[in-house]
Nanobody, 119 residues
């Protein structure tokens, strides 16, 4: 059983920064971050493979950086230049599958952490 524990969400002004962390138990998996608002389906944000290959959506490229520390079995999402439209609950997810881009690729999920960006 894999457990994912997120931390680092909060309230920040537009243009500010936050770093989300996702601590995983068990073996090392491919990891990703998704986000969800009440009016949208859960959306893929970024993923990182066990080997360090990264993928992200266009709207966060240049602003968000996904990384991981395999020794700590922890993933990170560094979010800079935050915008009000980044406001959402952010979820960490993990998978052993090489497919990384959709919610159905991930069997393991964290509880979510709220990120609110004020204008």
């Amino acid at each position: 059983q894999v457990q994912l524990v997120e931390s680092g969400g909060g309230l920040v002004q537009a243009g500010g920064s936050l770093t989300l962390s996702c601590a995983a138990s068990g073996r090392t998996y491919n990891m990703a971050w998704f986000r969800q608002t009440p009016w949208k389906e859960r959306e893929f944000v970024a993923a990182i493979s066990r080997g360090g290959n990264t993928y992200s959506i266009d709207s966060v490229k240049g602003r968000f950086t996904i990384s991981r520390d395999n020794a700590k079995n922890t993933g990170y999402l560094q979010m800079n230049s935050l915008k009000p439209e980044d406001t959402a609950v952010y979820y960490c997810a993990a998978t052993g599958s090489p497919r990384l881009l959709t919610t159905t690729d991930y069997p393991y999920w964290g509880q979510g952490t709220q990120v609110t960006v004020s204008s």
